[in-house]
C-alpha cells in the first residue's frame, strides 16, 4: 500500500507542474492582449537595427500591404467604369474598331495583372497574421528587409527566388 501511494504523489506532482506551465502560458497570452495594438508614425521606416519582424514591423508592413491593395482596388474599379464608357467599336471606320479593341485587350491585361496581385498581397497579409511573413517558404531564412520593402509580397530570399525562376525555365523549354 505504501508504495502506491508514493506513486499518487508523484502523479499529483507532475500534475502540478503542468498546470503551473499552463497558467504561466495563459498569463503571458494575457499580456500581451493588454499591451494593445502598436501604434507607429506614418513615417516610421523599419530599420536593420531592430529584432527582424518584431511587432513594429508587422504593423509597418501591413499598413503598407492595405494600403496598397485599396489603391490597386480603387484602381481597377475606375477603369472598369470607365472602360465601358468609351466604346469606338461602334465606330464605322475600321481602324477605329481595331484601336478600340487593342487599348480594350491591353487595359483588360492590366486588370488581371492587378487582380493577381491584390491576391498576392492577401496571402501576405495572412503570412502576417501567421507570424511567417519576411521568411523565405522554402528555406524559412529572412528576407530581409530592404528586399521586402522594395516588393512587399516577396514569399523567398533573392537565392530562392532565382532557383524558382531557372526552374520555371527549365521546365519552360521542356
Not at 95 to 120: F, G, P
Not at 154 to 163: P, R
Request: hydrophobic share 30%; with cysteine.
Amino acid at each position: 500500500m505504501a508504495k502506491t501511494s508514493k506513486v499518487k504523489k508523484k502523479v499529483t506532482k507532475s500534475k502540478t507542474k503542468s498546470a503551473h506551465k499552463t497558467k504561466s502560458k495563459a498569463a503571458i497570452k494575457t499580456k500581451e492582449i493588454n499591451k494593445g495594438p502598436i501604434k507607429i508614425s506614418k513615417t516610421y521606416i523599419p530599420k536593420d537595427t531592430e529584432k527582424y519582424m518584431c511587432e513594429k514591423h508587422r504593423v509597418f508592413f501591413r499598413m503598407k500591404l492595405q494600403e496598397w491593395r485599396k489603391e490597386l482596388v480603387k484602381a481597377n474599379n475606375e477603369a472598369l467604369y470607365n472602360g465601358g464608357m468609351d466604346d469606338n467599336s461602334i465606330s464605322a471606320d475600321i481602324v477605329d474598331q481595331a484601336s478600340s479593341y487593342t487599348d480594350k485587350n491591353v487595359e483588360m491585361k492590366a486588370i488581371n495583372r492587378q487582380i493577381k496581385l491584390i491576391s498576392e498581397i492577401d496571402k501576405a497579409l495572412m503570412r502576417i497574421k501567421d507570424e511567417t511573413y519576411g521568411y523565405c517558404l522554402d528555406t524559412a531564412e529572412p528576407i530581409g528587409l530592404k528586399r521586402l520593402m522594395a516588393r512587399p509580397v516577396a514569399k523567398y530570399t533573392i537565392a530562392a527566388q532565382e532557383k524558382h525562376e531557372k526552374d520555371e525555365k527549365v521546365h519552360a523549354d521542356d
